[in-house]
């Protein structure tokens, strides 16, 4: 091979490296703050079929959350626990959303059957709980 075809071959690599990382890049952008309000909107619109809206919401629960900011997030459970410290959203089919508040309100830990739907701050673990419990 010369040098020319060399030069081309490795232009091709290169440009398919930067596709590549744009391509995760634009994967990985955070939602903006409209895109969130619509798919918080579409979540709280269907009751039992809802797992594209989820898929945008979830990444935004956090422990520590008050239960009004998962109700503004989310809206209201399909289902909640006799001490009002368990809620069930769901998704769709056998598929859902658990939020585990303390006594005084405050998400402790969330999880469900909802392997793609994961949160940002504990690196894609499906249940996410303090240290404390």
């Known amino acids: 091979m010369n040098k020319l075809h060399l030069s081309i071959i490795g232009v091709i690599i290169i440009l398919g490296i930067i596709g590549l990382i744009a391509l995760l890049i634009r994967d990985n952008k955070p939602e903006s703050a409209t895109e969130i309000a619509k798919a918080s909107a579409e979540f709280k619109a269907d009751q039992y079929f809802r797992y594209e809206p989820a898929k945008k919401l979830a990444p935004r629960l956090k422990i520590g959350m008050t239960a009004q900011d998962v109700e503004a997030l989310l809206g209201k459970p399909n289902k909640k626990s006799n001490n009002d410290l368990l809620w069930y959203y769901t998704l769709g089919y056998s598929q859902f959303i658990s939020v585990h508040f303390d006594s005084n309100g405050v998400v402790q ?18 249940e996410h709980q303090t240290d404390t419990q």
């Open 109 to 126: 830990k969330f999880g469900g059957a909802h392997a793609h739907l994961q949160s940002e701050e504990t690196g894609g673990k499906r």
